[in-house]
């Protein structure tokens, strides 16, 4: 069966959330699912892509709308998974090819991908893909207690 892309649905969210966690990032079902629903519910700034093969979800790619002041408006990939045992067969690059062209229906001409240092195979795939390397960076995070 050749594989689909579609876009994500509700019902995606246990398969979304197994993928996630080959990807590095556990998340539960639940969690995943209300992300989900704010993702789903912002269609103009967020694309939540799936491809399908054989009725299983298979890898899925988000991408966002990231305005910034200094800099044009890109679409950023905020998180690109295939299934382990189907890497390799051209479905992130469908995955890709699919962000970049919703990407380009709204006038943005760049995207963006950050990747870990360490995913060698991904930095490998990203440049088979037309990416360039453009700079190393340092992430920082804090967090923030909830306001009364």
């Known amino acids: 069966m ?11 969210a246990h398969a979304l959330a197994t993928l996630s966690t080959q990807l590095g990032y556990p998340a539960d079902p639940a969690t995943l ?3 989900l629903a704010v993702l789903l519910a912002a269609p103009e700034q967020h694309f939540v892509c799936v491809v399908e093969a054989q009725g299983q979800v298979r890898g899925w790619i988000h991408g966002f709308v990231r ?3 200094e800099s044009a408006t890109c679409v ?19 995955l890709l090819a699919a962000c970049e062209q919703w990407a380009a229906t709204r006038g943005i001409a760049e995207v963006t991908v950050r990747c870990a240092e360490h995913r060698a195979a991904a930095h490998r795939f990203y440049r ?5 390397h453009i700079k190393n960076q340092l992430t920082f995070r804090k967090a923030v207690p909830a306001s009364p």
């Open 128 to 132: 088979q893909q037309g990416y360039s």
């Open 33 to 35: 699912a209300a992300r």
């Open 67 to 69: 305005p910034l002041l």
């Open 2 to 12: 050749t594989p689909t892309l579609r876009p994500a649905q509700h019902a995606d």
């Open 76 to 94: 950023e990939v905020g998180g690109l998974v295939v299934a382990e045992d189907c890497r390799g067969q051209g479905l992130g690059a469908q």
